[in-house]
């Protein structure tokens, strides 16, 4: 062979292998998925739920890193600020659109500088009373509350948060006077509802289902459209007696903005196979929650739509964290 001609030939085969070795190292680098909420939290379950999945389907091992504080924001800049590449991913909840009306700043746009992937689940919350309270159904809660303006304590899991605002959307929908007594999570809240220093409110399925099956607390009603599988003989609060009623709290899988197409199109691919597996699905119905569908298509508008209608809910609450 002429030696100009072998050596080139060399040369393209040491150069394929050389692109070969760099595409199998980068298909082998892992995939960053950021949880800005505490590990144990019902986000962090999801993502953990459909990591082993999404990653397999995805063609990257699955490193779920929790970046806890202030709702959310730390975690979510930094999932803002991430490199287009697809390898930096959140999970993130309603808190997303919750958190512009509550703090004064935010170093980011919620809206323009991330990439809406797919509207995982929806998380169902149950209106509870402690079982002091003589009340049987939304009927009888929203007359005893017109009949004790201002007697009426509900607990949240904090100003701003979802629970408070289902609260609020209750009260602002009804007329009745309650007064809002905020905690530092859920866990404080559940334990004073089940002792009665505060008398109702909103709370995950998941986190109070036993103790309601238990008699500790009394079950009211659903904040959701439909009934759900975890209570089912629970009403909605519209078919309780409000109509129009509906609020969900919601989980999110989303990328930095401007996130290219060919990547948004793959992760939603991925995350279709992940949640369709029976491990994922059981460990997300354990939870209470409700599996959607909503992908990158739809899953923009729904975000202007949640943002727009947890703005108003903030303003009337009068909400601020700093």
């Known amino acids: 062979m002429n030696p100009i001609l072998f050596r080139r030939t060399a040369l393209a085969a040491l150069l394929a292998l050389s692109c070969l070795g760099t595409a199998l190292a980068q298909s082998d680098k892992p995939l960053r998925m950021i949880v800005p909420l505490a590990a144990g939290s019902t986000v962090d379950a999801v993502a953990r739920a459909i990591a082993p999945g999404f990653g397999k389907a995805a063609g990257h091992p699955i490193v779920v890193e929790n970046i806890v ?71 009888e809660l929203l007359a005893y509350a017109k009949a004790n303006p201002g007697k009426l304590n509900y607990g949240s899991a904090g100003n701003g948060s979802t629970l408070h605002l289902a609260s609020e959307l209750l009260v602002s929908e009804t007329g009745i006077a309650m007064k809002h007594v905020p905690y530092r999570g859920t866990g404080p809240l559940i334990t004073d ?64 903005g401007g996130l290219p197409k060919s990547i948004v199109d793959a992760d939603y691919a ?53």
């Not at 809206?111 to 309270?133: E, F, N, R, S």
């Not at 569908?293 to 964290?321: I, M, N, R, Y």
């Open 69 to 139: 504080g202030a709702g959310g924001i730390p975690g979510t800049s930094q999932i803002v600020k991430a490199p287009k590449d697809g390898l930096t991913l959140g999970m993130i909840s309603s808190n997303h659109v919750i958190n512009p009306g509550i703090y004064k700043t935010i170093p980011y746009d919620s809206l323009k500088d991330i990439t809406p992937i797919a509207v995982l689940a929806t998380v169902p919350l149950v209106l509870v009373v402690h079982p002091a309270l003589p009340v049987n159904n939304v009927k």
């Open 193 to 256: 509802l089940i002792g009665g220093q505060v008398q109702l409110g909103f709370v995950s399925i998941s986190q109070v289902g036993p103790q309601v099956k238990a008699g500790a607390l009394r079950a009211l009603a659903v904040s959701t459209p439909a009934r759900s599988a975890a209570l089912p003989d629970v009403p909605t609060v519209a078919e309780a007696g409000v109509p129009g009623y509906s609020f969900d709290a919601w989980i999110a899988l989303v990328g930095p």
């Open 270 to 322: 991925a995350v279709k196979t992940a949640l369709a597996s029976r491990e994922a699905q059981t460990a997300i119905a354990a939870q209470g929650l409700t599996i959607l569908d909503t992908g990158p298509d739809l899953a923009p508008a729904f975000f202007q739509a949640e943002l727009a209608k947890h703005q108003k809910l903030v303003k009337q609450s009068g909400a601020t964290l700093d």
